[in-house]
């Protein structure tokens, strides 16, 4: 079953959960969890791989393909949640859990947790609020290039402007 861990950008203060382990969901409903966790670009490629792949079984074994059809959801539900914990590590994020948490997660994805794990109190990241180099257009331009990067998604973007408009 998967687990969750807490996660928070170094720079901007945002949370999110990240997964690890084995997940069910993922296991019943293919390359859907991507879709709600805002994972656009898996969702896409995982739905298109998936279904080439049962287009093919379909295609080799005929009428009996659904015997089988589970076999790539199996797959992808071992590989999801860690290879969406990653990306988030690779934007940014830190775990921001139990120190138990954090170094069962740093096991599990294969990461440093001395170079990942944020302290419990996440010293040193600036509050999200208020802005941390200097004027307002400045920090607008920094969240724009970030949100341009693929950083920050719209909703935190949007969220972000308007705590800093504020």
């Known amino acids: 079953m998967a687990t969750v861990?807490?996660?928070?950008?170094?720079?901007?203060?945002?949370?999110?959960?990240?997964f690890f382990e084995f997940s069910w969901t993922t296991l019943f409903f293919g390359p859907f969890p991507a879709l709600f966790r805002s994972d656009?670009?898996?969702?896409?490629?995982?739905?298109?791989?998936?279904?080439?792949?049962n287009l093919i079984m379909f295609s080799v074994i005929g009428v009996f393909w659904y015997l089988f059809s589970w076999i790539?959801?199996?797959?992808?539900?071992?590989?999801?949640?860690k290879y969406f914990t990653r990306?988030?590590?690779?934007?940014?994020?830190?775990?921001?859990?139990?120190?138990?948490?954090?170094?069962?997660?740093?096991?599990?994805?294969?990461?440093?947790?001395?170079?990942?794990?944020?302290p419990s109190s996440v010293a040193g990241v600036p509050d999200s609020t208020r802005p941390t180099?200097?004027?307002?257009?400045?920090?607008?331009?920094?969240?724009?290039?970030?949100?341009?990067?693929?950083?920050?998604t719209d909703d935190e973007f949007k969220e972000l402007k308007q705590k800093l408009i504020r």
């Open 87 to 118: 990306k988030l590590i690779e934007k940014g994020y830190v775990f921001n859990d139990t120190e138990s948490v954090n170094k069962q997660a740093a096991d599990a994805l294969g990461v440093s947790t001395s170079s990942w794990t944020a």
């Open 72 to 81: 790539p959801n199996l797959a992808w539900a071992f590989m999801y949640n």
């Open 5 to 18: 861990v807490k996660m928070k950008h170094k720079e901007l203060g945002i949370f999110k959960e990240g």
């Open 133 to 152: 180099s200097g004027t307002l257009p400045e920090e607008l331009e920094r969240l724009a290039k970030l949100h341009a990067e693929g950083q920050l």
């Open 40 to 53: 656009f670009g898996t969702f896409a490629a995982a739905f298109g791989i998936l279904f080439l792949i």
